[in-house]
T-cell receptor, first 114, second 116 residues
Framework: GDSVTQMEGPVTLSEEAFLTINCTYTATGYPSLFWYVQYPGEGLQLLLKATKADDKGSNKGFEATYRKETTSFHLEKGSVQVSDSAVYFCALSDRTGGSYIPTFGRGTSLIVHP | GAVVSQHPSWVICKSGTSVKIECRSLDFQATTMFWYRQFPKQSLMLMATSNEGSKATYEQGVEKDKFLINHASLTLSTLTVTSAHPEDSSFYIC????????????FGPGTRLLVL
């Protein structure tokens, strides 16, 4: 079946540092890929997505590129802020029988210090 | 747009009672809703997928009689935890997609359940 693997957290950075959170996937079909963010005490919010190979999703300074050859969708940000502290989930969506079935990674906690 | 609400946000109940959690799409019609359970170490477990007007599709290992899901309208799905026990204590999150075949999910804020 489909699966998503994320790097273990927590990731602890100083403000303005460069961020990379690794994500790799396995899928039988040709999935769409997502990053969701969960701030403390809240539900998940879509951060960015990519629907085909070599697509780059971007939002709020975050970027991720759909790499089919390495089955990866790593999240990057050039300069993190304290307000970026949250849990980040990599996910894929694979169409099965006309419905998109989601698969999530375990989440990676990011802690940004001033 | 695409706001999903959940009610209640917090619930504490005694063991053996049933608890109903509502998930509403406020500004769109949700043909498909998903129910997740989130464990303390962050992992998100898909419990079931519900389509309006039809029975929910449960993931392997999720007890249908324990977690009753009703998707009665295009804006409301409910999850009822029947005869709750302390091991059912968790964070329950719903999500919805706007149109059939759409893949982006919009999440509710979650409901924290504590069973004493």
């Amino acid at each position: 079946g489909d699966s998503v693997t994320q790097m273990e957290g927590p990731v602890t950075l100083s403000e303005e540092a460069f961020l990379t959170i690794n994500c790799t996937y396995t899928a039988t079909g040709y999935p769409s890929l997502f990053w969701y963010v969960q701030y403390p005490g809240e539900g998940l919010q879509l951060l960015l997505k990519a629907t085909k190979a070599d697509d780059k999703g971007s939002n709020k300074g975050f970027e991720a590129t759909y790499r089919k050859e390495t089955t990866s969708f790593h999240l990057e940000k050039g300069s993190v802020q304290v307000s970026d502290s949250a849990v980040y989930f990599c996910a894929l969506s694979d169409r099965t029988g006309g419905s998109y079935i989601p698969t999530f990674g375990r989440g990676t906690s990011l802690i940004v210090h001033p | 747009g695409a706001v999903v609400s959940q009610h209640p946000s917090w619930v504490i109940c005694k063991s053996g009672t049933s608890v109903k959690i509502e998930c509403r799409s406020l500004d769109f019609q949700a043909t498909t809703m998903f129910w997740y359970r989130q464990f303390p170490k962050q992992s998100l477990m898909l419990m079931a997928t519900s389509n309006e007007g039809s029975k929910a599709t449960y993931e392997q290992g999720v007890e249908k009689d324990k977690f009753l899901i009703n998707h009665a309208s295009l804006t409301l799905s409910t999850l009822t935890v029947t005869s709750a026990h302390p091991e059912d204590s968790s964070f329950y999150i719903c999500s919805a997609t706007r149109d059939r075949g759409q893949e982006t999910q919009y999440f509710g804020p979650g409901t924290r359940l504590l069973v004493l």
